[in-house]
């Protein structure tokens, strides 16, 4: 993976329309899937609610769940800003938990309202799933580069890289669950992350 998206002030006027076809779409798709459910959401609806063509469509998202599902997405290397300037000598785990969590607390009320409702369509169309898991895999490859970056391994090759990306993406993932039913917002989610990680640190020690 390579390393950060250069910014957007730092993209030129072709990368920034790309980049907001892509949001336009995916914010039409799901809004469509809200309003209609998966089953009766076609491309051709969401070109015409993204006010472009099918085949534009087409050419951003492979499918029309793979568009529902990019909808506010939260790119891994946002989640993971800061974490070159923790110090290096912090233990990784506490690293991640401190700028995964900052990530969360930093969403707005609507950001993780939309984050919710799109995790409950999830729940009701099965078909979305492969496109969040492949979403949290992308997180875990850049926790992996990211710690593998500090420590100067070669991330295909070390285990503990692996094993802290594969443990960091499953707190995550596990706090979002946790937190999807709730009417609370980012600040209740953000502190479900830091459980999460608390419990990794404890080594998932449970007193009977």
Same mark, same amino acid.
């Given at each position: 993976?390579?390393?950060?998206?250069?910014?957007?002030?730092?993209?030129?006027?072709?990368?920034?329309k790309k980049i907001?076809?892509?949001?336009?779409?995916?914010?039409? +798709?799901?809004?469509?899937?809200?309003?209609?459910?998966?089953?009766?959401?076609?491309?051709?609806?969401?070109?015409?609610?993204?006010?472009?063509?099918?085949?534009?469509?087409?050419?951003?998202?492979?499918?029309?769940?793979?568009?529902?599902?990019?909808?506010?997405?939260?790119?891994?290397?946002?989640?993971?800003?800061?974490?070159?300037?923790?110090?290096?000598?912090?233990?990784?785990?506490?690293s991640l938990r401190?700028?995964?969590?900052?990530?969360?607390?930093?969403?707005?009320?609507?950001?993780?309202?939309?984050?919710?409702?799109?995790?409950?369509?999830?729940?009701?169309?099965?078909?979305?799933?492969?496109?969040?898991?492949?979403?949290?895999?992308?997180?875990?490859?850049?926790?992996?580069? +990211?710690?593998?970056?500090?420590?100067?391994?070669?991330?295909?090759?070390?285990?503990?890289?692996?094993?802290?990306?594969?443990?960091?993406?499953?707190?995550?993932?596990?706090?979002?669950?946790?937190?999807?039913n709730s009417d609370?917002?980012?600040?209740?989610?953000?502190?479900?992350?830091?459980?999460?990680?608390?419990?990794?640190?404890?080594?998932?020690?449970?007193?009977?």
């Open positions: 993976m390579s390393d950060a998206a250069p910014a957007p002030e730092e993209l030129g006027l072709r990368e920034r907001l076809t892509r949001e336009t779409i995916a914010s039409a +798709a799901f809004e469509l899937a809200q309003e209609h459910g998966l089953d009766d959401v076609t491309v051709s609806d969401i070109a015409e609610r993204a006010f472009v063509s099918p085949r534009t469509v087409s050419n951003y998202f492979h499918s029309k769940e793979a568009a529902i599902v990019a909808a506010d997405e939260n790119e891994p290397m946002e989640m993971l800003a800061g974490f070159e300037d923790r110090p290096h000598d912090e233990p990784a785990l506490q401190t700028v995964l969590a900052g990530s969360v607390r930093s969403w707005s009320d609507e950001h993780a309202q939309r984050l919710r409702a799109k995790e409950q369509l999830i729940d009701r169309a099965p078909a979305l799933l492969p496109h969040r898991m492949a979403q949290y895999d992308e997180l875990e490859d850049a926790i992996r580069h +990211a710690v593998a970056k500090r420590t100067g391994v070669d991330p295909e090759t070390d285990a503990f890289s692996r094993l802290i990306a594969g443990a960091a993406s499953a707190a995550v993932k596990t706090a979002v669950r946790m937190w999807m609370a917002g980012p600040d209740a989610l953000a502190a479900l992350v830091e459980q999460s990680f608390d419990e990794l640190e404890s080594g998932l020690h449970h007193d009977a």
